[in-house]
């Protein structure tokens, strides 16, 4: 019986199309290159590495030059949200459907994941955020990230559904017991059910409450 659903936020609750992310990206590069004084021929490079390597940029600006996270997370949000999401109705009436509660958990910080929340219309829907602070900065994939999540919810892997677009982030979750969720992609280990629009969360929610997961 799943309870609770736990919803990545970008581009899980907004599609890669918006641009959102490629503007979040720009900032990482340039903070890399302004704040941390990375030779900007390198800085591409070194983010590729250190998210293939930790699963997110921060991590690795932590370990390798001693950044501080409020003054990183804070700098790659301050993007205007508004030029790039706007309400989704779609999103909102499927979430509207779906009786479970329902949390983002996402590596990005809180602050930011109201503001998105708030330009799509959905924000009521969620009943908490999770985010890399109450991770204690051990990001998705880490481990202890989906240990976290549960510890935070008092809940059992079983009761989870796992929305994600990343399936590296989707394979520790189905490893614990969770049903993953993959959005905008076609499968991979550890992902129970593809769709292609987050909205369609709902669908496979109603399936599993009736057949059980696959
Ligand atoms: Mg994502």
Redesign the pocket.
């Known amino acids: 019986m799943i309870k609770y659903i736990l919803f990545?936020?970008?581009?899980?609750l907004y599609p890669t199309e918006t641009g959102l992310m490629a503007a979040v990206g720009r900032r990482i590069l340039q903070y890399m290159q302004e704040r941390v004084g990375i030779d900007p021929t390198l800085a591409r490079d070194l983010r590729r590495h250190y998210y293939q390597t930790y699963g997110a940029t921060l991590k690795g600006l932590q370990i390798h030059h001693n950044v501080d996270p409020d003054d990183y997370l804070a700098y790659v949000h301050d993007v205007p949200l508004g030029d790039y999401l706007q309400p989704d109705e779609a999103l909102d009436r499927a979430l509207t459907e779906i009786q479970a509660e329902k949390i983002v958990f996402t590596n990005a910080t809180t602050e930011h994941a109201r503001r998105v929340l708030g330009c799509l219309g959905v924000e009521h829907h969620f009943s908490r955020i999770v985010d890399v602070r109450a991770m204690n900065y051990e990001n998705k994939p880490q481990p202890g990230a989906y240990r976290r999540v549960l510890e935070i919810l008092r809940a059992r892997p079983e009761e989870c559904l796992m929305v994600?677009?990343?399936v590296r982030n989707l394979s520790p979750a189905k490893e614990l017991g969770m049903v993953t969720v993959l959005v905008n992609g076609s499968g991979g280990d550890g992902v129970d059910f593809a769709i292609d629009d987050v909205a369609q969360v709902g669908e496979v929610f109603t399936r599993i409450q009736r057949e059980g997961k696959r």
């Open positions: 990545d936020l970008d581009e899980t994600e677009d990343s």
